[in-house]
């Protein structure tokens, strides 16, 4: 009776497998149209906060000489620039609702391309044809490697997908991988904050570093929320989860400490060295809090992740050969502003050529551009010679300013 009946159970699994077969393709195909729609809409988003940026820079360039500080809000360039981050933000912020975290954060390599293009096209930066290859080899060079990392995190990018449900998200909040990140994390952050509170430690790697531990909590919390708010679109109401606010509370708090530690580096360090320094270790934090939450590379296989990790090396090296060939700012200085004391006339005042004006042609003790100048107009020094007192108890003056004079 067993041997008769065990052909008729094959023949009634059979159909079984079969259709669980051609269920897994079908899966597959549409979890790589998600990576697709979640890359394509991060990719969007980092060329439009480029542009909106560089918009906003053009307004307050062309506005440098004005007297009011906040001319640039009466201008169509600085809101179209606003309106154009916003919509930029968005589209990141949505990105995350439907790829990997671990593929979503290395896409920001586009927002750096496009600035070193836009810089060059857009704000016209001069150069001179002999210079060119100078200047601007390392950029073009760094643009490339960009690229064709960026195409290796989209082709060898983790595949796994899950609702972003309540009860999945506090599965994973709770799970001891991610209990233990949080663990090694807090310990680092406190130990880093302290040596650059108490030991005033201001290198960049500790100060970019806590924004990377920072972030990379920002951008967990920013795919649970999104992912949430995606998931009640459809149909399935999320909103109603405990866990939905306390992602949503802590993705503004780590925001708003990441854009003060941010704002610390930026007064102490080059914004290239910024971008390019912030982006390896925010991209690398960023990934490894992917893999441990989300359990992004469960189920991927070697190659996958080896090429995955390359397109990540060769989009750090695009990164920072395009930061590094950046122009560095030096900020000018006037000695000392006479213009700016209370009381002193100046130039324009009835006509009396008393004290030059801070925004005209001079300054005093310097010239506020004197790149082109001739030399007949460069800041004259007053010499000053010390002379003795007198023994017979004649009050002279301690000092003599002897007049100075320069050839027409």
């Not at 440098?64 to 912020?93: H, I, M, N």
């Not at 060295?273 to 992004?296: H, P």
């Not at 090396?313 to 004391?341: C, H, Q, W």
């Amino acid at each position: 009776m067993e041997g008769g009946n065990s052909p008729n159970l094959q023949l009634q699994q059979l159909p079984l497998a079969t259709a669980a077969v051609s269920v897994q393709p079908h899966t597959d195909s549409f979890s790589y149209k998600e990576n697709l729609i979640g890359a394509l809409l991060a990719i969007f988003g980092h060329l439009v906060i480029s542009i909106a940026l560089n918009l906003q820079k053009y307004s307050h360039i062309r506005l440098a000489g004005s007297k009011d500080p906040r001319a640039y809000f009466k201008t169509k360039t600085w809101w179209c620039g606003l309106f154009l981050l916003v919509l930029g933000e968005l589209g990141v912020f949505s990105s995350y609702a439907f790829a990997p975290l671990s593929l979503i954060v290395p896409l920001s390599a586009v927002s750096v391309i496009a600035s070193a293009i836009i810089g060059i096209i857009f704000i016209k930066e001069k150069w001179k044809p002999k210079d060119f290859l100078r200047r601007y080899v390392l950029s073009f060079v760094g643009c490339g490697l960009a690229i064709v990392g960026t195409y290796l995190l989209i082709t060898f990018g983790p595949n796994s997908h899950e609702k972003m449900t309540g009860e999945n998200i506090t599965r994973h909040l709770v799970s001891w991988p991610f209990l233990l990140y949080m663990l090694v994390e807090i310990i680092v952050f406190c130990l880093l904050l302290y040596f650059y509170k108490e030991k005033n430690a201001n290198y960049i790697v500790v100060i970019l570093l806590l924004v990377a531990l920072l972030g990379s909590m920002t951008v967990v919390t920013v795919k649970a929320v999104a992912g949430m708010i995606v998931v009640s679109i459809q149909g399935n109401l999320q909103l109603d989860y405990p866990i939905f606010y306390i992602m949503l509370v802590c993705m503004i708090a780590t925001a708003i400490f990441q854009a003060t530690f941010l704002a610390q580096a930026s007064q102490l360090y080059d914004s290239s060295q910024i971008a390019s320094v912030g982006y390896i270790l925010s991209t690398t934090v960023a990934i490894t809090a992917g893999a441990t939450f989300y359990l992004d590379f469960t189920g991927e296989d070697v190659l996958h992740i080896c090429m995955f990790a390359f397109g990540c090396l060769i989009a750090f090296l695009g990164v920072f050969l395009i930061t590094r060939n950046r122009k560095k700012s030096v900020p000018f200085e006037p000695y000392i502003s006479m213009d700016a004391m209370p009381g002193m006339l100046n130039m324009h005042d009835k006509g009396i050529a008393v004290q030059p004006d801070l925004k005209a042609s001079f300054s005093y003790g310097a010239l506020e551009n004197n790149d082109n100048m001739p030399e007949i107009y460069t800041p004259a020094t007053l010499p000053i010679v010390q002379e003795q007192h007198g023994s017979k108890g004649v009050s002279t003056p301690p000092y003599r300013v002897l007049e100075h004079s320069k050839k027409e």
